[in-house]
């Protein structure tokens, strides 16, 4: 593969899909992602801090694609609902890559460094999301950002798992759906 080719990034993306995949992420190194994308390392590390990164590379920008569509969400939309807008927004493109996004989950799977670094992802979203419920006014953002992130931790994991996934947004909905069963049974008994 020449070195000119375009879409450096995404080679090595899928460079390191691969390698993580047959021998494990501690056991490959950079340059040899790099190599294998018929790039130099040193082009690696202009896309990537560190070999890790190669994997979450792209969390901003899903971050701020879920907040932009909680900002977009009619104001007398719900909180719940205007973050179920947001997980949306991921659902087209999520399932376009859904066999690429299983593979990376199995290598995250087998790294405890990996599922460190998703840990932190996860807070980074939950941040992200609790601003932009903030700015909509929400009283508790960071109660329902913390609950939304969960939830769909969960819901995806399960989407991802799925022999014959329903798209992702119905997959939220339904997941969240059994959420607000769940606090409306949970606050029925407490009365």
Partial sequence: MARWQPDGRRRLQDAALELYGERGFAEVTAAEVAAHAGLTERTFFRHFADKKEVLFGDETRLAETIADAVRAAPAETSPMDAVLAGFAALSESAHARRDRLLRRERIIEQSSE?????????????????????????????????????????????????????????AMREGFAAIGEFVSSTVDRGR
């Fill in 114 to 170: 990996l599922r460190e670094r998703e840990l932190a992802k996860f807070a980074a979203w939950t941040g992200t999301l609790a601003e932009a419920l903030r700015e909509r006014g929400v009283a508790e953002p960071a109660l329902v950002a913390e609950v939304a992130i969960a939830t769909g931790r969960v819901v995806f994991h399960r989407w991802i798992e799925a022999d014959r996934p329903v798209p992702l947004a119905e």
